[in-house]
């Protein structure tokens, strides 16, 4: 949500640039949108999502390029400005976002985790062996914990799985990109 509202925001301040940077930024800030919903759906860590991550980070690169340009030709007024902090705030947002991505358990405790399952498992198969009763009991708890465990690896894995990073507000703003701008760049 963070990171489609930093995109929004500099799309709408982008409108309000001079020519020729507005259109540049205003297409660019699309290409980087389609960018952004594509990482939704890469395997963290994979090839792919390598490239992405690039693409988006050229993308970003170009866009500063154009705030500058934006800056050399109006350096007293607002919106080049405020465009600039708001491309910052983009900026901020795509690292924030890569690294979330990026951000798993490690193996070795995803490893402790089913170790610790089986051992308590067992133990308390045992007591209830030793009590005569209870195969039923150990089912179920045997069905819990491997629940939990499927929630677990499923959460580390947020672009698969059943459990995954929505891109709704990348993919509604990318609908509301496809609208004529709502604000015209100013007059010479």
């Known amino acids: 949500m963070d990171d489609a509202?930093?995109?929004g925001t500099t799309y709408l301040r982008a409108q309000t640039l001079s020519e020729p940077?507005?259109?540049?930024?205003l297409a660019l800030l699309v290409?980087?949108?389609d960018t952004s919903i594509r990482l939704s759906h890469t395997i963290p860590s994979s090839t792919a999502q390598r490239s992405v991550i690039a693409d988006g980070d050229a993308q970003l690169r170009m866009l500063w390029g154009l705030a500058g340009q934006a800056l050399v030709a109006a350096p007293v007024a607002?919106?080049?400005?405020?465009?600039?902090?708001?491309?910052?705030?983009?900026i901020d947002m795509h690292t924030v976002r890569v690294s979330i991505l990026n951000n798993r358990v490690p193996g070795a405790v995803l490893a402790?985790?089913?170790g610790g399952a089986a051992v308590a498992l067992g133990l308390l198969a045992l007591y209830l062996a030793i009590l005569g009763r209870g195969v039923i009991t150990v089912l179920l708890a045997a069905g819990l914990v491997t629940l939990l465990l499927l929630v677990t690896f499923d959460?580390?894995?947020?672009t698969r799985g059943l459990?995954?990073?929505p891109d709704t507000p990348l993919t509604s703003l990318r609908a509301s990109m496809a609208l004529p701008p709502a604000a015209t760049?100013?007059?010479r």
């Open 185 to 187: 760049g100013p007059s």
């Open 163 to 165: 459990i995954t990073i």
């Open 112 to 114: 402790v985790e089913v």
């Open 21 to 25: 940077v507005r259109s540049r930024s």
């Open 31 to 33: 290409r980087y949108t």
């Open 155 to 158: 959460l580390d894995r947020p």
């Open 78 to 90: 607002s919106a080049p400005r405020l465009y600039t902090d708001s491309l910052n705030k983009t």
């Open 5 to 7: 509202n930093a995109i």
